[in-house]
Nanobody, 123 residues
Framework: QVHLVESGGGLVQSGGSLRLSCAAF?????????????MSWYRQAPGKERELVAT????????NYADSMKARFTLSRDDAKDTAYLQINNLKPEDTAVYYC???????????WGEGTPVTVSS
C-alpha cells in the first residue's frame, strides 16, 4: 500500500517562498512508486472547502493550475526520489492553508491523499 507524506510547510512572511514536498512510500519498499501516479496539489484554507492548486495531465507533458495560482505556483516531480514538489513564490496571507498532495493511480483512477502540511503566511 502506498502512502503520501507532505512536508515543507511552516510560518513564512508575506513575499517569501516555500517548497512543499510530497514523498510516496510503499510498505514493500519497492522503487519507482510515484511513476505509477498522476500528481496534484490541493489546499484547504480555514473555514473553506478544499480547492485544486495544480494537477498534471495524464501524459505528464504539462500541468494545469487554478487560474489564480498560475503565476506563483509550480508543480514538479522527481520520480527517482519518489517525490513531488510544490514551489510557491511571493506568498500572500490568503495562501494560508493546509496543503495536500493527491496521487491518482494511472491504471484505475484510485486516488490517495496525504495528511497535509500547514502553511501560514503572516502579513
Amino acid at each position: 500500500q502506498v502512502h503520501l507524506v507532505e512536508s515543507g510547510g511552516g510560518l513564512v512572511q508575506s513575499g517569501g517562498s516555500l517548497r512543499l514536498s510530497c514523498a510516496a512510500f510503499e510498505l514493500s519498499m519497492s522503487h519507482d512508486v510515484m511513476r505509477r501516479y498522476v500528481m496534484s496539489w490541493y489546499r484547504q484554507a480555514p473555514g473553506k472547502e478544499r480547492e485544486l492548486v495544480a494537477t498534471e495531465t495524464a501524459d505528464g507533458d504539462s500541468t494545469n493550475y487554478a487560474d489564480s495560482m498560475k503565476a506563483r505556483f509550480t508543480l514538479s516531480r522527481d520520480d527517482a526520489k519518489d517525490t513531488a514538489y510544490l514551489q510557491i513564490n511571493n506568498l500572500k496571507p490568503e495562501d494560508t492553508a493546509v496543503y495536500y498532495c493527491n496521487a491518482r493511480f494511472r491504471y484505475n483512477n484510485n486516488t490517495l491523499w496525504g495528511e497535509g502540511t500547514p502553511v501560514t503566511v503572516s502579513s
